[in-house]
Structure formats: structure tokens, C-alpha cells
């Protein structure tokens, strides 16, 4: 079966023979996987957030949380990403997000601009963002569920808590039971 030349670069392309699973590892550095999620305050309101993930290192960025998520919000809070991402060393190759009306033309365009290609997952298939969505299910069950949120700003001091926990404290068995912040064990 031949690919193009495009086609070799994409994650999830069919590889044969018994070096199949290097290409896709070395890939997996260069994806950063990116959903919008829900929660809701004790006193009923809903707010939104949006989790970066990077899929190599599985270290994770949560935006501030807002109550009326719009396009203009989800460019901001991606500039920001694609700044902290820039800080932390990480390349970028590939964007992998849902087909969500708050992804818009600007959005795609702040990494377009960064050279990087947006992968849309097919509709109602969670499992193509999987580990995405393992992180934002983890978010009510290790941090939300003990705790009761009053506001969008206390919202955002706890979404900033768990993720730095995550990121300093969660061992990851694709990573050799390190956390993604730490090169080597302690």
C-alpha cells in the first residue's frame, strides 16, 4: 500500500514490518490534543474550560474557566498555550481536537500560523482523543468531586492546582511511572 508523502506524516497511518511502532512514538511528541469541558457551581452555574494535552510528555495546560465560552475566547486561551507550549521546549506538529463550533476559523489559524496541522476527529468517537478525554474525565473524579466550586475565578484557582498535581505528581506508565514534569525518577 502506498501513502503520500503527507500521508506518512499523519498519526494513525497503517505501517507494516517490525519497526512500525517507532515512527508513531517519535510522532506522539509532536501532538498536542485539545478539548473544551463542562462544570458546574454550587450555586448551579456552568462554567467552561479548555484542557491542552500534549500527547508525548502527557503534561497538561488548563485554561481559565469562563461562563460564556465564545470563538474569541477559545483564540485566547490557545495563543496562551501555544506560548507556555513555546516555553517548555515542546514542537508541535500536530493539533488534535473535535469538530466543536467553538473552534473556529481563528483558532485554526493561531497554529497554522506555527506550522502546525489540525487533525479533526470524526464525529461522536471520543475514542480518537482518548487520552484527552481520560484526563478531563479525571478532572470531576480526582479534584471537582471533593470540592465544592463557588465561581468562575475559584473554578480557576482549582483547575490550576490540579493541573500542576498532574503535571508534578501523577506518574504515567507510557512515561515509565514518571510525572511529565520530571526527566528521571527521585
Given amino acids: 500500500m502506498e501513502h ?36 458546574g457551581t454550587a450555586l448551579g452555574q456552568r462554567l467552561y474550560a479548555m484542557a491542552f494535552l500534549e500527547r508525548g510528555t502527557r503534561r497538561l495546560r488548563i485554561t481559565p474557566t469562563t461562563a460564556h465560552p465564545t470563538g474569541q475566547w477559545a483564540v485566547q486561551q490557545v495563543r496562551e498555550a501555544t506560548r507556555a507550549l513555546a516555553e517548555h521546549g515542546g514542537q508541535v506538529r500536530f493539533l488534535l481536537r473535535d469538530r466543536d463550533a467553538k473552534y473556529t476559523a481563528s483558532f485554526d489559524a493561531v497554529f497554522t500560523a506555527e506550522d502546525v496541522d489540525i487533525l479533526l476527529s470524526a464525529p461522536r468517537t471520543p475514542k480518537m482523543n482518548a487520552h484527552c478525554e481520560r484526563v478531563i474525565g479525571a478532572i470531576p473524579r480526582e479534584a471537582l ?7 468562575t475565578s ?3 484557582k ?4 490540579f493541573a500542576d498535581h ?10 515509565g511511572q514518571l510525572p511529565p514534569n520530571a526527566t528521571q525518577q527521585a
Fill in 154 to 156: 475559584h473554578a480557576t
Fill in 158 to 161: 482549582v483547575l490550576t492546582e
Fill in 145 to 151: 468531586d471533593h470540592i465544592l466550586i463557588m465561581n
Fill in 4 to 39: 503520500s508523502a503527507r500521508g506518512r506524516d499523519r498519526p494513525g497511518t497503517r505501517r507494516q514490518g517490525p519497526g512500525w511502532r517507532e515512527p508513531l512514538t517519535a510522532q506522539a511528541d509532536g501532538i498536542v490534543a485539545a478539548d473544551v469541558f463542562h462544570l
Fill in 166 to 175: 498532574y503535571n508534578q505528581h501523577r506518574p504515567h506508565r507510557s512515561r
